[in-house]
């Protein structure tokens, strides 16, 4: 079962930043967060991770929590290609199966 | 560009056929997985290798085979045994197994029953 609880969907103007929310209560102080996103018809596509500090590149932002119970994605200026499905994972970096468990993730419309 | 590359993107398959989906990564990862997707599902995990000449059955292996001859390619065979083998199948590689780096996908194959 997916660890972790995100909004069924949201919807974003084009241009604003897209804030996707992402509930992990109860993850191990050495499970990283880990953010995929899929478009339709398409393979998940890795946009982020991280563990304890905030992370950006040259897609977005992750801000992960002091207690590092939620984190949240920032698209910073949505684009019409954002439209897709977005997924939060909790995952340990040295597990045993190593295997990703996707949630039903987020659905995000950008809205023209 | 480096990346992983699966085909064909539409695969038919009649009763009692067996067939093979490739996946090939130029990306010198040492690990690769098989998951499949069904309609509004999220990813369940088939097969893994994490070096040559080794794989390791993931959750739903059954009526599925898979071979690691060389780094860079793992093909997936989905076989009669397999019934109901009508899905999404998800390539995925990661530089090294049990390490904080993210799984990386290919762009999928769409598998369907004649």
């Known amino acids: 079962d997916a660890k972790t609880t995100q909004p069924p969907s949201m919807d974003c103007a084009e241009g604003r930043a897209a804030n996707l929310p992402c509930n992990h209560s109860?993850?191990?102080?050495?499970?990283?967060v880990y953010w995929y996103r899929q478009i339709h018809s398409q393979g998940p596509q890795y946009i982020i991770h991280?563990?304890?500090n905030n992370e950006t590149n040259e897609m977005a932002s992750l801000i992960i929590t002091e207690d590092r119970k939620s984190s949240t994605l920032i698209l910073p200026h949505a684009t019409l290609r954002d439209t897709a499905v977005y997924y939060c994972?909790?995952?340990?970096?040295?597990?045993?199966?190593?295997?990703?468990?996707f949630g039903k993730g987020t659905r995000l419309h950008i809205l023209p | 560009d480096g990346g992983i590359t699966q085909s064909p993107k539409y695969l038919f398959r009649k009763e009692g056929q067996n067939v093979t989906l490739s996946c090939e990564q130029n990306l010198n990862h040492d690990a690769m997985y098989w998951y499949r997707q069904d309609p509004g599902q999220g990813l369940r995990l088939i097969y893994y290798?994490?070096?040559?000449?080794?794989?390791q059955k993931g959750d739903i292996a059954e009526g599925y085979s898979v071979s690691r001859e060389k780094k860079e390619s793992f093909p997936l065979t989905v076989t009669s045994a397999q019934k109901n083998p009508t899905a999404f199948y998800l390539c995925?590689?990661?530089?090294?197994?049990?390490?904080?780096?993210?799984?990386?996908f290919g762009d999928g194959t769409r598998l369907s029953i004649l």
């Open positions: 109860t993850i191990s102080g050495n499970e990283y």
């Open positions: 290798s994490q070096i040559v000449n080794d794989f």
């Open positions: 991280g563990l304890k």
């Open positions: 995925a590689s990661t530089r090294e197994r049990r390490s904080n780096q993210p799984q990386h």
């Open positions: 994972i909790v995952r340990v970096g040295e597990n045993r199966d190593d295997k990703i468990i």
